[in-house]
């Protein structure tokens, strides 16, 4: 079983920065595709940033030279670095993976949880 857990959400000031984890609990051979994603009250979710296995990276224009997605490969975590946060990043954030859980298999999709983000005016 394959579990994903964010964390680092909180309340912080406009201006302020915050750094979210996700950690990838059980067994995966490989991750191909990573992402962070938000919804807002009232509001669809959205997807924030990915990045392949590759290293190729997308941002949603309203983040973008603001967040940085990247991972620790020894301790199979990913991260959202957040800088210059808005009020109108105010969401719950959660991480999703498409990872084989053995080589040459098949790929699966995994979702965490999610945690809140707020951020005051």
């Known amino acids: 079983q394959v579990q994903l857990v964010e964390s680092g959400g909180g309340l912080v000031q406009a201006g302020g920065s915050l750094k979210l984890s996700c950690d990838v609990i059980?067994?995966?051979?490989?991750?191909?595709?990573m992402t962070w994603n938000r919804q807002a009250p009232g509001n669809q979710r959205e997807l924030v940033a990915s990045?392949?296995?590759?290293?190729?990276?997308y941002y949603v224009d309203s983040v973008k030279d603001r967040f940085t997605i990247f991972r620790d490969n020894t301790n199979n975590t990913i991260y959202l670095q957040m800088n210059n946060l808005k009020p109108e990043d105010t969401a719950v954030y959660s991480c999703?993976?498409?990872?084989?859980?053995?080589?040459?298999?098949?790929?699966?999709?995994?979702w965490g949880q999610g945690t809140q983000v707020t951020v005051s005016s």
């Open positions: 990045r392949t296995s590759g290293g190729a990276q």
């Open positions: 999703g993976i498409q990872a084989r859980r053995v080589n040459g298999g098949k790929v699966y999709e995994y």
């Open positions: 059980g067994s995966v051979f490989s991750i191909a595709h």
